[in-house]
């Protein structure tokens, strides 16, 4: 069976560059040919799709209805084109260039210091910018093409991105060391009646997480304070203004030492978590080189501490 004919990227490129200039002279000195040959281009895409593009007049060119829905298009399937240029690069030359990457504040500084030594000694060319912030405030950012892609807490609820599911992260429960839960060896529901709860802002997705928890759990919610760190809701719960649940990877960093100022306790025997994942806008190719080499990470860094996905 014979294949139809498809248009070629050169002409493609030609009516984009036509479409935005308007003109014909200044699209073809735009891409650098004579305004005949641009010209012939045009035709030749219009005689491959059967319909018209343009209209061509003494002022200029104008679009049909037809050409305003494939100039619409265009793009998208030139980046895409132009993707598994920049895939096949990267696969001969390893990962190289300059990203930038934003990663939740709750657990970017205690997970990413070895994952960056990591690719570094992998991909000694790559240049990674990091900013640690709100997951909401940078997701805003990766869409508004300010960011290459954000490591932060799932679910997403986005057509907009793609994800990709690295790992879940434990939460654990925090009391102050004096609390009549301290020493439990596990703490259940029904435990935690008359239990005041203590959570980060809204900005942060663990907000959602613990305020659904509080909801199913029935513990008591505190209204007039949302922190704006985990060090300060840490601090409040050592001094025994509420109890809180801890990411994994801080608790391990800042509060399993010997002066810890807060008790860990296991909660629900330890299922209660976070799904973590790498955010990318949906037409954008991150090499999979950055979810390898976090799923590594994950792996022999964090073995006792965080549980891979994939």
């Known amino acids: 069976m014979d294949l139809p004919s498809l248009p070629t990227l050169r002409q493609l490129h030609y009516f984009r560059a036509l479409a935005d200039a308007g003109n014909f002279r200044k699209a073809a000195e735009h891409v650098g040919v004579s305004q005949p040959s641009l010209s012939q281009q045009i035709a030749n895409l219009e005689?491959?799709?059967?319909?018209?593009?343009?209209?061509?007049g003494r002022g200029g060119a104008v679009l049909s209805a037809a050409g305003r829905e494939v100039r619409a298009r265009i793009d998208g399937i030139l980046e895409e084109v132009g993707a598994l240029t920049q895939i096949a690069e990267q696969t001969r030359a390893g990962?190289?260039?300059?990203?930038?990457?934003?990663?939740?504040?709750?657990?970017?500084?205690?997970?990413?210091?070895?994952?960056?030594?990591?690719?570094?000694?992998?991909?000694?060319?790559?240049?990674?910018?990091?900013?640690d912030g709100q997951p909401n405030t940078l997701l805003e950012d990766l869409q508004q093409g300010r960011l290459d892609l954000v490591l932060t807490q799932l679910p997403v609820m986005s057509s907009d991105f793609n994800v990709t599911r690295l790992f879940r992260e434990p939460l654990q429960l925090?009391?102050?060391?004096?609390?009549?839960?301290?020493?439990?060896?596990?703490?259940?529901?029904?435990?935690?009646?008359?239990?005041?709860?203590?959570?980060?802002?809204?900005?942060?997705?663990?907000?959602?997480?613990?305020?659904?928890?509080?909801?199913?759990?029935?513990?008591?919610?505190?209204?007039?304070?949302?922190?704006?760190?985990?060090?300060?809701?840490?601090?409040?719960?050592?001094?025994?203004?509420?109890?809180?649940?801890?990411?994994?990877?801080?608790?391990?960093?800042?509060?399993?030492?010997?002066?810890?100022?807060?008790?860990?306790?296991?909660?629900?025997?330890?299922?209660?978590?976070?799904?973590?994942g790498l955010v990318t806008r949906r037409n954008s190719r991150i090499p999979p080189a950055f979810s390898e080499v976090i799923r590594t990470v994950v792996r022999t860094d964090f073995a006792n501490v965080l549980l891979a996905d994939g």
């Open 174 to 276: 925090a009391v102050a060391h004096d609390h009549r839960l301290a020493r439990q060896r596990n703490v259940e529901d029904g435990d935690l009646e008359g239990e005041t709860l203590l959570v980060l802002s809204n900005g942060f997705s663990l907000h959602g997480q613990l305020v659904a928890l509080a909801r199913e759990t029935g513990v008591c919610l505190r209204q007039d304070y949302e922190g704006s760190s985990l060090d300060a809701l840490r601090q409040m719960v050592a001094m025994n203004m509420g109890i809180t649940l801890l990411p994994a990877l801080y608790a391990h960093s800042e509060v399993e030492q010997p002066e810890g100022d807060v008790a860990l306790v296991p909660f629900r025997r330890g299922r209660v978590s976070r799904a973590i």
């Open 47 to 56: 005689d491959v799709l059967n319909t018209q593009l343009v209209e061509r």
């Open 95 to 131: 990962l190289a260039g300059t990203y930038r990457l934003g990663a939740s504040a709750t657990f970017g500084p205690y997970l990413l210091p070895k994952v960056v030594r990591r690719l570094h000694a992998d991909h000694p060319a790559l240049r990674l910018f990091i900013r």
